[in-house]
């Protein structure tokens, strides 16, 4: 008995002076990897993999934007990207007579590539994005009433293509503020939300979680690209899997009725400047899509998803995912159970968080 103690005790110490060390070292390496830009680099560069999924997601992402250009598919990010920085200058004040010089040609070339696959199979790409497309590429020649030779050609080739839209007034317009919506009924709603992590045992209707996602859809996204896929999982079955694979889930994972892996996509983007914009966008979204689901009677947790590799990889294969596909949040969606706790979760006073102009 007392030798078994002993050894417990010696292994105690043992476990104890493991970790003190590698605090000690993981400190110093912090203190001086972490002082300087150059020094972080080397860090980086020898071994230590911790960001190697996100580059090559964002790499492979780029390789894809490239490649996907000549590919049919339901929606362009290239298309929507640049059809977006047209209805930016159309809406400009004063409006310039001519602009978009440097890109109205590839924006006609992005057209007549969706154009042609429109032709060939209406079904396979979005309707409402052509549509746009179109209405705003008539909008600008409309617009542009001076007299340039890269325009007038882009205007030539625009006008011989034979797609036909249903709608003339996607367009830019003068926005009415008509909402109904005041603070206070925002602010209720804002306060009423809470992450749940218990719920009733009801399903969740899939039409209301479509009518949350309508709201979810208008957040603000970079160059209105939308760069999200919202995996939804309703199957008993799935849902099990999908839930149980991320450590923040733990507890209550099994009360899960519908759970949504927000998927960001890196082929959307041919520069790594741009890669922050999945996380940013789809957290917008996110956010819009709880606030939907509250005013549906719906409750909601967000679940991290953190960069951890053997997590990572088992997600990747669990939901068939690319590389330039990365899983930004785990949404778990139900009706709060009438006696489940939340936790109060004190937010920061304003003052903590909110400065103006100031200059640090
Ligand atoms: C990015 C993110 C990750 C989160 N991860 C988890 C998680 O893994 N498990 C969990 O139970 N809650 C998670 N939450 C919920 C937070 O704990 C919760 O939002 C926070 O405590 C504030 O509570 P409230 O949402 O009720 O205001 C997460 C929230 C966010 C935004």
């Known amino acids: 008995m007392l030798k078994k103690l002993k050894t417990i005790a010696t292994n105690l110490l043992a476990i ?6 590698y605090e000690v070292v993981n400190r110093v390496f912090l203190e001086t990897f972490g002082s300087s830009r150059i020094l972080a680099h080397f860090f980086y560069m020898f071994g230590f993999l911790a960001f190697n ?3 090559a997601g964002v790499l492979r992402g780029r390789r894809n934007y490239y490649r996907n250009k000549n590919q049919d598919r339901t929606s362009r990010v290239e298309l929507r990207r640049n059809i977006h920085r047209l209805e930016k200058g159309l809406v400009m004040r004063p409006r310039r007579d001519i602009f978009a010089r440097d890109y109205i040609t590839e924006t006609v070339e992005f057209y007549e590539l969706a154009a042609q696959q429109c032709a060939t199979d209406t079904s396979t790409m979005e309707s409402s994005e052509m549509e746009w497309a179109h209405n705003v590429l008539a909008e600008y020649f409309r617009a542009s009433t001076g007299s340039d030779p890269v325009v007038d050609a882009a205007r030539a080739r625009f006008a011989q293509l034979a797609y036909q839209p249903q709608t003339s007034d996607k367009i830019p317009y003068v926005k009415k503020n008509l909402s109904s919506v005041s603070y206070e009924q925002l ?72 759970i949504i892996v927000v998927v960001g996509k890196l082929e959307s983007y041919f520069s790594p ?88």
Request: aromatic letters at 10%.
């Open 187 to 258: 602010h209720e709603l804002a306060m009423q939300r809470r992450s749940v992590r218990w719920f009733d045992e009801k399903p969740v209707p899939r039409e209301l979680v479509d009518k949350a996602l309508v709201i979810g859809r208008q957040s603000p996204t970079a160059c209105n690209r939308l760069p999200y896929e919202f995996r939804i999982f309703d199957d008993p079955e799935m849902v099990k899997t999908v839930a149980g694979l991320p450590f923040g889930s733990a507890g209550y994972a099994q009360n899960i009725p519908t």
């Open 273 to 360: 400047r741009d890669r922050h914009a999945i996380y940013i966008d789809s957290s917008l979204a996110a956010m819009s899509f709880m606030y939907g689901l509250e005013t549906l009677g719906l409750s909601s947790s967000v679940i991290n998803w953190p960069d951890f590799e053997p997590l990572e990889a088992t997600m990747q294969k669990t939901l068939g995912l690319d590389v330039t596909d990365r899983v930004i949040m785990l949404i778990a969606v139900g009706y709060a159970h009438p006696e489940g706790l939340v936790p109060y979760s004190q937010k920061k006073e304003l003052d903590t968080f909110r400065s103006y102009n100031q200059l640090r």
């Open 16 to 21: 104890t002076w493991i970790r003190k060390t």
């Open 53 to 55: 999924r996100e580059q």
